[in-house]
């Protein structure tokens, strides 16, 4: 084990990211720990990924100080690097190579003897379930698997620190479900998490911590629980009006509940209690073609405090 | 027991040519070898009749003065094509030099590996061209042990530029139009098929600065048991520095675009 099992596994002051004249992120403070699952929530061009360049360290740290393991990427990255695991955003797979192969050549980068590379493959692959798959080509593999088989590779240096790039974008739910359930079980044998999304659902499955970035800033952080208490009542009551007509029909409702959103397509009152706040509505005459009652998420979350949506 | 960097990027490659090589290993030398047949033997009898040729060729038959060249050809074709799409692939289609950079390895190890590599696929497909003209008594030499490292080397002088510049192409676009307008001319003008003498005069210095030359010209004196040690050492000297300067700028190009 290397160094001092307190100290932060990554530990971020005042990082800035520059392309140009363009800020990606600007002025980011964020402390992981080891054992913890860290994740950046944010909406695409939000800044999570030039983030996580710089914490894989093959992006340089424009301002600020960054450290991970407690060592300075700009001069320790070979070492860092050494001890991190990586799924990118777009798999990196050689679609014409086995999945074993995929993994043993992965390891090699590592300078890790070959026997043992294939060793830690086979064991890898069992782990993400595709061990009966291993001598076949990843081409033909379902975008899924091809997610597992590129988990599988970021864990063949045995990493302390594993980042994961927006990791289930584009998969199917039940596809998402089984990369969850692998993830969180890496999470119960003490791993240390690091990912994007800008998936609710994945945050809260996956994260004890987050930070909400937008615009390349930090606009909240905390569990995803704590941040649902601070920044949003505990109900949701998500009102459907004929299409069109939601600017209006709010005016009908407003008042209800601690505050309003008109989205395009659905008008939300937040509520201590959503069907009390369904009643006062039909109480008042007004009847949307549709009413739902749900608990507080991280999208509301979002949607507070920064008025946007997540995923446009 | 560690394994140099380069040496461990150049396995990946390694691996990746072992899924194609049947369909890749024939095809990177009947090329030649059709030049040899057609040219050599075709074009060979016309030359070998005329009343300069044993002048012009330095007393060798036609056959004798192409078939080295194509040696020094193949390292070119070869290596030219493995540093074009390959490197525009390894950042935008299969990324893998994206996760190489993920991993321990720098940008300088990971281009060193790859300009490894690219110089064993020049090897491996001047070999076989080799391997041809050693069936053929009259160029049949020990020399020809010495034309694959030769070759390797051309190959290289045109692989290491070539993937500097292409690592900073976002598009592919202009590549045939490399092939087109910068190694087929050199194909054909670099003194692989009659002696650069023959060229305007214009246009001789201008062949003899190019990689081409100085790899056919290594290939033949070898072949043909005539290398001055000067000459080899001038020729080697002129390639190394085409290898060189494209390997640093590669080195450049690789960590600007990868940090990016």
């Known amino acids: 084990m290397h160094g001092d099992l307190d100290q932060p596994l990554i530990a971020a002051r005042a990082v800035v990211k520059r392309f140009g004249d363009f800020v990606a992120v600007d002025g980011i403070d964020v402390e992981v720990r080891r054992g913890e699952s860290f994740g950046f929530l944010g909406p695409n061009g939000a800044g999570k990924s030039s983030t996580m360049r710089m914490i894989g360290c093959v992006s340089p740290v424009s301002e600020g100080e960054l450290r991970i393991f407690g060592l300075d990427p700009a001069t320790h990255g070979k070492q860092i690097r050494a001890r991190m695991g990586v ?19 992965y390891g090699r980068y590592f300078d890790l003897p070959r026997a043992e590379c294939k060793r830690r493959a086979d064991e890898l692959l069992e782990f993400v379930q595709l061990a009966d798959r291993a ?7 379902s975008g899924g698997m091809k997610r597992r088989v590129t988990i599988a590779r970021a864990l063949i240096n045995d990493p ?18 089984v990369l969850w359930d692998r993830l969180y079980r890496l999470k119960q044998q003490g791993a240390t998490l690091v990912l994007t999304t800008h998936y609710m659902d994945e945050a809260e499955q996956l994260c004890d911590r987050l930070v909400v970035m937008d615009r390349g800033r930090i606009v909240a952080e905390g569990s995803p629980l704590e941040l649902i208490r601070t920044h949003s009542p505990r109900e949701v009551l998500e009102l459907r009006y004929p299409a069109g007509t939601n600017e209006e029909r709010a005016i009908e409702v407003s008042g209800i509940g601690h505050r309003q959103e008109v989205l395009p397509d ?9 069907e009390a706040a369904l009643n006062e509505v039909h109480h008042r005459g007004s009847h949307p073609e549709s009413a739902l009652v749900r608990r507080s998420s991280l999208e509301d979350v979002f949607l507070r405090l920064t008025g946007r949506s997540l995923v446009d | 027991m560690s394994t140099p960097a380069a040496v461990r990027v150049w396995e ?3 691996t990746l040519y072992r899924t194609i090589w049947r369909s890749n290993v024939l095809g990177s030398f009947v090329q030649p070898f059709l ?7 075709g074009v060979g009898a016309l030359v070998d009749r005329g009343d300069s040729a044993p002048a012009l060729l330095d007393g060798l038959t036609y056959f004798q003065f192409l078939a080295p060249g194509l040696i020094a050809t193949t390292g070119m074709m070869i290596s030219a094509q493995e540093s074009l799409w390959p490197v525009m692939g390894g950042f935008k289609w299969q990324r893998t030099f994206h996760a190489q950079a993920a991993s321990p390895l720098s940008p300088g190890e990971i281009t060193a590996g790859l ?13 076989g061209v080799a391997a041809v003209l050693a069936l053929f008594a009259s160029t049949r030499s020990w020399g020809l042990v010495l034309t694959v490292p030769f070759a390797a080397l051309t190959g290289l002088a045109f692989a290491a530029p070539l993937t500097a510049w292409a690592a900073t192409r976002e598009r592919e676009l202009s590549f045939p139009s490399i092939l ?13 098929f009659y002696p650069v003498s023959q060229l305007p005069d214009w246009l001789e210095p201008i062949a003899k600065v190019t990689p081409l030359w100085h790899g056919v010209e290594l290939c033949r004196d070898a072949v043909h048991g005539r290398l001055a040690l000067a000459d080899a050492i001038g020729h080697c000297a002129v390639l190394a520095g085409f290898v060189v300067v494209g390997w640093v700028l590669a080195r450049i190009a690789f960590a600007r675009r990868l940090a990016a």
């Open chain 1, 87 to 105: 799924v990118p955003q777009l798999d990196q797979l050689d679609e014409q190579l086995t999945v074993r192969d995929n993994l043993v050549m």
């Open chain 2, 12 to 14: 990946s490659h390694f």
């Open chain 1, 135 to 141: 001598d076949s080509r990843v081409e033909p593999l």
């Open chain 1, 266 to 274: 659905r008008v939300l009152i937040y509520a201590d209690d959503g």
């Open chain 2, 35 to 41: 030049y040899l047949l057609g040219m050599g033997l």
């Open chain 1, 160 to 177: 302390e620190l594993l980042l994961l790039d927006e990791p289930t974008t584009g998969l199917d739910p039940q596809a998402r479900h």
């Open chain 2, 180 to 192: 087109r307008f910068g190694i087929t001319p050199l194909f054909l003008f670099g003194g692989a």
């Open chain 2, 115 to 127: 300009v490894l590599w690219q110089s064993t696929r020049a090897a491996i497909a001047s070999t």
